[in-house]
């Protein structure tokens, strides 16, 4: 593992913006789970200037791993939907693209996964 110091939250958000892109510039298929929450909001927002309408990142699969149900709703839960709102529709990432865990898929996450490559990157919050 390598450990990056910044100066403040700005940069570290940079940093991770890019240190993310790097991945997502790969010419093969790229799995990456990500999260939603206060840390990694500051890299979304540079992240969505950086692929916004540009076609060369739909090798880019974008996974959650974790989620938690609205009490009493039907629907998406808090982390897709935090998901949404932060990076993937500001970004225009296609639906595709989105691989959701979901109550009815958990089971089944991990050999998806598997079958599809495994994971490239983990992007987790404090």
């Known amino acids: 593992m390598k450990l990056i110091i910044t100066e403040d939250y700005q940069e570290m958000s940079r940093v991770a913006a ?3 892109l790097g991945y997502m510039s790969k010419t093969r298929r790229v799995n990456l789970a990500i999260t ?3 840390t990694p909001k500051g890299m979304y927002e ?3 200037t950086l692929v916004k309408g540009k076609p060369w ?4 699969y974008f996974y959650n791993f974790d989620e938690i149900p609205f009490r009493g709703k039907e629907g998406e839960g808090v982390t897709i939907t935090n998901l949404r709102n932060l990076f993937f529709t500001p970004a225009g990432i ?3 693209n989105i691989q959701k865990l979901t109550i009815d898929n958990y089971r089944e996450h991990d050999q998806k996964l598997a079958r599809e ?3 490239d990157l ?4 404090l």
């Open 117 to 119: 490559g495994g994971l």
């Open 94 to 96: 296609k639906e595709e």
């Open 46 to 48: 540079y992240l969505t």
């Open 122 to 125: 983990v992007v987790l919050g």
């Open 57 to 60: 990142y739909d090798n880019c």
């Open 36 to 38: 939603a929450g206060s």
């Open 18 to 20: 890019h240190h993310l």
